[in-house]
């Protein structure tokens, strides 16, 4: 019976990815043999990837028009919901009817066979936000459990540590950690075999790649409207990243850990308040989540774009945070005291103000200390945020490269409807998001 529930969950996600996909319609020129421009079009079904740092031998792609998604609500409701009902096989008026596990198995491959990249990552996360409700009086069980042990046993190391007054911004500095060098490796791996000249497969994701190259098309361009001659098989210049930003070992990590090191040794606070809490349950831990994301993410806003409007916050706490045009990981470290203090106290007044269990804050520190690293890793990759969430509501790396090589707009973190409210997005200047050339 689980395994039918998930293999529901599973397809029911897949009707929805299919649903809300939308193919990108993009106008291309391309440079024929004898140097004219030709006007080409093509459909990209990878909104998230259609950008490329190498050109195919058959054609030099040199997009000038942002792309155009279709408009995903010309799909009738009746069709959604037929998709959604026969995918899932959603017959209530007769359950003879309903297929066997084997059948919903197959289905759900043919279907995932049908999805591009970004589709499937969005049909993996509809997977398991679905199963969190599907399966939630089961997850609360474990809850229960879980926090019985961290609460009260006295021999294990985890629940020891867990109940220590340090424990929620070690958490976050070690997950830190983990998250910064994840991404240093990536850039090791695409660093060797550039020693190699092999293009590692990962080098199609960093933005650095895909906006140098995108000048470089503009150029050509440029060229053969002047009339010039332009070499087919010519490649962008290689890229040159600045240096890993080693600092924070002696500068920014001392300055976040001390002040809160202190403070937990005037008040402890942590195990009294852990005794007064129950178990949590699998939504209650979702909703505290999200909902203290949504939160920072707006206290982050209001001070992020008064930082960039008053010339005395800008130059004296934030112009060190934008030293490079390009981020790397560990460039989201690099901050001055007074944006540390900044930075913190928002994430500690969300938390505080809605009232968070202790496991859902754990959780939070792990979530945001990854989208904060992704955010200035200098790569899109499909399975972001950026991509996954639809309707353009999560703003990622792409959004926040603009930023910070324009030092406007996207002054949201992880999601930019408030950007969009007033207006801080890129505009539709015939340039792709995040690689606009002036």
């Known amino acids: 019976m689980k395994g039918q529930s998930l293999l529901t969950s599973c397809l029911f996600a897949v009707a929805l990815t299919d649903a809300f996909t939308t193919h ?4 291309t020129v391309t440079l024929s043999r004898h140097g004219r421009a030709e006007s080409t079009s093509r459909i990209s079904t990878s909104p998230a990837l259609y950008m490329s740092a190498s050109p195919s031998p058959s054609s030099d792609d040199m997009n000038m028009k942002s792309s155009t998604p279709r408009n995903i609500f010309g799909r009738s409701s009746a069709r959604f919901k037929s998709a959604i009902a026969s995918s899932a096989s959603m017959n209530f008026n007769n359950a003879s009817n309903s297929k066997s596990p084997k059948s919903l198995l197959v289905t759900l491959f043919q279907k995932l066979m049908h999805l591009d990249e970004v589709g499937k990552w969005r049909m993996a996360a509809a997977t398991f936000i679905t199963s969190i409700f599907a399966f939630s009086p089961q997850l609360d069980k474990g809850l229960i459990k879980l926090w019985s042990w961290l609460k009260h046993d006295t021999t294990a190391l985890l629940p020891r540590i867990f109940r220590h007054d340090h424990w929620e911004w070690v958490l976050a500095v070690w997950a830190f950690f983990f998250w910064i060098h994840g991404y240093w490796l990536v850039d090791r791996s695409i660093a060797k075999a550039d020693a190699k000249g092999q293009t590692h497969r990962w080098k199609k994701y960093r933005l ?3 906006y140098e190259g995108e000048r470089h098309r503009r150029m ?12 087919e098989e010519e490649k962008p210049p290689p890229t040159e990243q600045h240096k890993w930003n080693l600092g924070f070992w002696i500068f920014e990590l ?3 850990c001390l002040p809160l090191y202190i403070w937990d040794v005037m008040d402890p606070r942590r195990a009294p308040k852990i005794a007064a809490w129950g178990a949590p349950t699998a939504l209650g831990v979702a909703k505290d989540v999200t909902s203290a994301l949504l939160l920072y993410d707006l206290g982050f806003f209001v001070c992020h774009f008064l930082m960039h409007k008053i010339p005395f916050l800008y130059k004296y706490a934030h112009a060190k945070h934008h030293k490079t045009k390009e981020v790397r990981a560990s460039d989201i470290v690099r901050l001055s005291f007074v944006e540390e203090i900044v930075d913190v106290g928002i994430s500690i007044v969300a938390l505080n103000t809605l009232k968070a269990h202790p496991i859902s804050r754990s959780i939070y520190n792990v979530i945001i200390t990854f989208l904060l690293t992704e955010l200035h890793s200098g790569y899109a990759f499909p ?3 950026q991509f996954v969430v639809p309707f ?7 959004g926040h490269h603009y930023h910070h090589r324009y030092g406007v707009h996207y002054y949201q973190k992880f999601f930019c409807h408030v950007d969009k409210l007033f207006g801080f997005v890129q505009k539709k200047d015939k340039s792709l998001k995040g690689f606009s050339v002036q």
């Open 24 to 27: 990108n319609f993009r106008p």
């Open 208 to 210: 650095q790649d895909q």
């Open 220 to 231: 050509q361009v440029r060229r053969l409207e002047r009339g010039q001659d332009v070499e």
């Open 254 to 256: 001392p300055l976040y």
């Open 383 to 385: 399975w972001t945020p």
């Open 392 to 398: 353009g509501l999560a703003t990622g790396s792409k």
